[in-house]
Structures are given as structure tokens and as C-alpha cells.
T-cell receptor
Framework: GEDVEQSLFLSVREGDSSVINCTYT??????LYWYKQEPGAGLQLLTY?????DMKQDQRLTVLLNKKDKHLSLRIADTQTGDSAIYFC?????????????FGAGTRLAVHP | DAGVIQSPRHEVTEMGQEVTLRCKPI?????LFWYRQTMMRGLELLIY????????DSGMPEDRFSAKMPNASFSTLKIQPSEPRDSAVYFC????????????FGPGTRLTVT
């Protein structure tokens, strides 16, 4: 069935790179997403990648997609304290006649000095 | 646009009481989603509306939960009667087109049932 898995916690030092990993199950997913949730707020789209791409770079963010292994990663370069948040990986699953986002459990990123 | 608006932001109620959560989606969006977030279960999709019509309510936990969308600019999620296990943060999200576009989330309603 549909499932998206992520590790629950990641702790990094300020200035280092963070890598958040995700595995998904729906090979027909056309888009894969990374959402960010800051404390006390709703989720906000951070970036996405189309399934025919291997990599997407957007300033400090790099998304890598390995379709064969159904593995998605988000790399944050020069991690800052403001990057502390929960990061959700999501796949699109076409079910019941519409596209539904399937979210992972979220990875809590803690950035320490 | 002000984004997705939810009210109230916090709700504390006693077990057995009726709770109504409200959502105003972004103007022009035709898809609306209600999610529930808890530590134990993560983010769960409760119900999805498209053009004000419920398309998928398979995530609604029990008959105590009901949702309506009387028009394109308003939706409610009602719990009657509420139970302590309903305590969670409830998010409303909207998107432009049948869920394949970016979903914009509201700030959430933190519900505590004592």
C-alpha cells in the first residue's frame, strides 16, 4: 500500500549540512514534495521534484531522487538555527479518482550551536 | 490573500461537548482538506472536498466526526460528542486543482478535550 517513511530525528551543528532521507512506495508518483512545519504553524511547501528528474537545486536546498530505490533526500547546506523545524516528505498517489498527498511522519531537525 | 484561515486557534473543552472547527480556504481554490496531527499517528487526512463536494471521507475516524462545505469559502469540522482521544491539532488546507497542486495549510486548531 501507500507508505512514506522517514527517520524521526536529526541533530546537526550550525553551519554543517543536513541530509533528511525518505523512502516512498508509489512508483507512479509524478511529484515528490518536501514540506516544512515550524513550531505552532501549519505545513508549508519547501520544494518539490518532478519524477523525471534526478536532482533539483534551489539555493541552499538540494533534492535528490533515486527512482529505482524509491528514495528521496533533502540536503540543506550551511544549516542555520532558523532551519529547525519538522520536515515532511510526501508523495502523490492517485486513488479514488483524485490525487492524494501521502505524508511521512516527519523528521524533526534540531540545529545546535 | 490572507492564506487559509482557521478558527479557533485553540479550543479546550470537556468530554462529551460538541466542538466545531472552522476553515476559510484561499479564494479561488477548489480543493479543501482536513487533516489531524498527533504525536502517535502523525498527519492523517480526514476528508477531502472538491468544488464543495466531499470526495473522500475514508479518513474520518468515527460517526462522531462530520464535515461540511456549504460554499466555496467556508468549511466546518464537527466532533459530537468529543472524547479525550480527539485531542490533536487539526489543519485545514486548500489547493487549486484536485489535490495535485501545492496544498496551502492553515495555522491549525489545537484541540484539547479533558
Amino acid at each position: 500500500g501507500e507508505d512514506v517513511e522517514q527517520s524521526l530525528f536529526l541533530s546537526v551543528r550550525e553551519g554543517d549540512s543536513s541530509v533528511i532521507n525518505c523512502t516512498y512506495t508509489d512508483s507512479s508518483s509524478t511529484y515528490l514534495y518536501w514540506y516544512k512545519q515550524e513550531p505552532g504553524a501549519g505545513l508549508q511547501l519547501l520544494t518539490y521534484i518532478f519524477s523525471n528528474m534526478d536532482m533539483k537545486q534551489d539555493q541552499r536546498l538540494t533534492v535528490l531522487l533515486n527512482k529505482k530505490d524509491k528514495h528521496l533526500s533533502l540536503r540543506i547546506a550551511d544549516t542555520q538555527t532558523g532551519d529547525s523545524a519538522i520536515y515532511f516528505c510526501a508523495e502523490i498517489s492517485f486513488s479514488g479518482g483524485y490525487n492524494k498527498l501521502i505524508f511521512g511522519a516527519g523528521t524533526r531537525l534540531a540545529v545546535h550551536p | 490573500d490572507a492564506g487559509v484561515i482557521q478558527s479557533p486557534r485553540h479550543e479546550v473543552t470537556e468530554m462529551g461537548q460538541e466542538v466545531t472547527l472552522r476553515c476559510k480556504p484561499i479564494s479561488g481554490h477548489n480543493s479543501l482538506f482536513w487533516y489531524r496531527q498527533t504525536m502517535m499517528r502523525g498527519l492523517e487526512l480526514l476528508i477531502y472536498f472538491n468544488n464543495n463536494v466531499p470526495i473522500d471521507d475514508s479518513g474520518m475516524p468515527e460517526d462522531r466526526f462530520s464535515a461540511k462545505m456549504p460554499n466555496a469559502s467556508f468549511s466546518t469540522l464537527k466532533i459530537q460528542p468529543s472524547e479525550p482521544r480527539d485531542s490533536a491539532v487539526y489543519f485545514c488546507a486548500s489547493s487549486l486543482n484536485r489535490g495535485q497542486d501545492e496544498q496551502y495549510f492553515g495555522p491549525g486548531t489545537r484541540l484539547t478535550v479533558t
